[in-house]
């Protein structure tokens, strides 16, 4: 076993306090929500490195994850990326703005708009990825492989719940 981290002396303290409470729970979900904030550091930095904000890696992670055209609707982007229509017009329009995508007519609906990524779209969130990854392996360099496929298990435990509450 290693040694005491922020979390457990922070439990330790409100058991002292409170010992009428169980604070299991803390355990595991305080743990979760510092590590959430150690994740959100490392995205923004390799986002920076990319010259991308978080929402326009977003947008462009889902065309790439696409495949090659690199294309989505506006529905599709959206969907993707759990944002209204309007917020998702606007990043559009920004991200056309850079040159990071390019709106065009659906060949199959003429009524119907594309979002296409361009090459400098493609090169930007593949540095992002690369980063992110490189970022991300650093913070689980604490833990064996087997160590992190046993914390992905539970966690897509976890998570599966709240997705599937979240359906219902």
Do not use: C
């Amino acid at each position: 076993m290693t040694g005491a981290d922020e979390v457990d002396r922070i439990v330790e303290d409100w058991t002292r306090e409170r010992p009428d409470v169980d604070f299991a729970p803390m355990h595991v979900l305080s743990r979760v929500g510092r590590l959430a904030k150690h994740l959100d550091r490392a995205r923004r930095r390799a986002f920076s490195a990319s010259g991308l904000e978080p929402w326009e890696f977003d947008v462009l992670a889902a065309l790439r994850r696409a495949g090659a055209p690199y294309q989505l609707s506006p529905k599709s982007l959206l969907q993707q990326t759990l944002v209204s229509s309007g917020t998702m017009t606007n990043r559009i329009d920004r991200l056309v703005e850079r040159r990071l995508v390019e709106r065009r007519t659906d060949p199959h609906d003429g009524r119907g708009v594309l979002v296409v990524m361009t090459s400098r779209g493609a090169e930007a969130v593949d540095d992002a990825i690369s980063e992110l990854l490189a970022g991300e392996a650093e913070l689980l360099e604490g833990l064996s492989r087997a160590d992190q496929d046993r914390l992905a298990t539970l966690l897509r435990k976890l998570s599966l719940d709240f997705d599937e509450q979240a359906t219902e």
